[in-house]
């Protein structure tokens, strides 16, 4: 089936061109395309290359000034237009994880299939051609399409959380989001993580960035509440506590405050523990003694 783009098409039109007179295929991928979807924009924007993005990138770079950024351990580069967007373009990848919570060994995959292998969840695991004689078509290997119809969250092989246990606090951002569940065995494996402690193998800035994300939510409650339910925000504090004046604030700094005045004496640890910068610390706790005093 064809999934037009909702937005950027003269971007992405300028992209597919320059791919294919250097031979290469070209794929918006991920959350762009389950945006897509659910008929709305989306202002993230992944690319999928089929070889050598460079030179791709350094001709989107004459067209729009800018700058680009090269990581050639993940695969990636990363292209800034001249306002400062960011896009990343990728080759074609697989990744196999060394132990539970370790950053992943990345390398070179034969296709887009089998890219999409990789990724978090079904939803995310599609993406659409951009170049060649049949643009926007949707290659979708894994039902993430079906799952998105049913309003599903599901895990692509039994150990995705033992892997990587950030997708625990992502497939509670996305449920949260778009007001769906877990798919049963999905939930199952959460249970299982969460109870495996794989939560706590993290970083404490992985899991301040993860938490710092939810708190980005238009609404982050959703989330907060299945986070609860699965143990996995007694990883980020035992005294962890959230409320609709967490919701009622506005950019998650503020929102990170109001979770340390609802724990009370136990924020200032919460706030510590979140690894910010002496002064970042500083002002959420004046922040948080603020709202506790009303």
Same mark, same amino acid.
């Given at each position: 089936?064809?999934?037009?783009? !909702? ?95 370790? !950053? ?9 299939? #089998? ?8 939803c ?35 150990? =995705?959380? /033992? ?34 402690g794989a ?5 404490? #800035? ?11 939510? /238009? ?5 907060? /509440?299945? !986070?609860?339910?699965l ?18 604030? =506005? ?15 136990a924020? #200032? ?7 910010? =910068?002496?002064? #970042? ?6 922040n ?7």
């Amino acid at each position: 089936m064809l999934l037009r783009p !909702l937005n950027d098409l003269p971007l992405l039109q300028k992209a597919a061109a320059l791919a294919a007179g250097a031979g290469l295929e070209l794929y918006a991928v991920g959350g762009c395309a389950r945006d897509w979807a659910l008929g709305r924009p989306s202002a993230d924007i992944d690319f999928l290359v089929g070889g050598d993005q460079a030179p791709l990138v350094e001709a989107l770079e004459k067209e729009y000034g800018g700058s680009h950024q090269k990581f050639k351990l993940f695969l990636t580069v990363r292209f800034f237009d001249a306002q400062g967007r960011r896009l990343d373009f990728a080759r074609f990848r697989k990744e196999i994880y060394t132990k539970p919570a370790a !950053l992943p060994t990345v390398s070179q995959a034969a296709s887009a299939a #089998e890219d999409l292998k990789r990724r978090d969840f079904a939803c995310n695991a599609m993406a659409v051609r951009l170049d060649g004689p049949a643009p926007y078509s949707l290659l979708d290997p894994y039902k993430g399409l079906d799952d998105i119809k049913a309003g599903l969250v599901r895990v692509l092989h039994a150990a =995705s959380f /033992e892997d990587d246990p950030t997708r625990l606090y992502r497939a509670a951002r996305f449920a949260g989001r778009f007001g769906w569940r877990l798919e049963a065995g999905t939930l199952a494996l959460a249970r299982a993580a969460v109870g495996a402690g794989a939560p706590g193998l993290l970083s404490r #800035e992985r899991l301040r960035n993860e938490l710092v994300k939810i708190l980005k939510e /238009e609404n982050p409650l959703p989330a907060l /509440e299945l !986070l609860k339910e699965l143990g996995a925000l007694a990883v980020i504090h035992p005294a962890f506590a959230f409320g609709p004046s967490v919701a009622a604030q =506005s950019g998650h700094f503020a929102r990170l405050a109001a979770i340390a005045a609802l724990m009370g004496p136990a924020g #200032e640890e919460f706030a510590a523990g979140l690894r910010l =910068s002496k002064k #970042e610390t500083a002002e959420l706790l004046k922040n948080s003694a603020a709202l506790r005093r009303g």
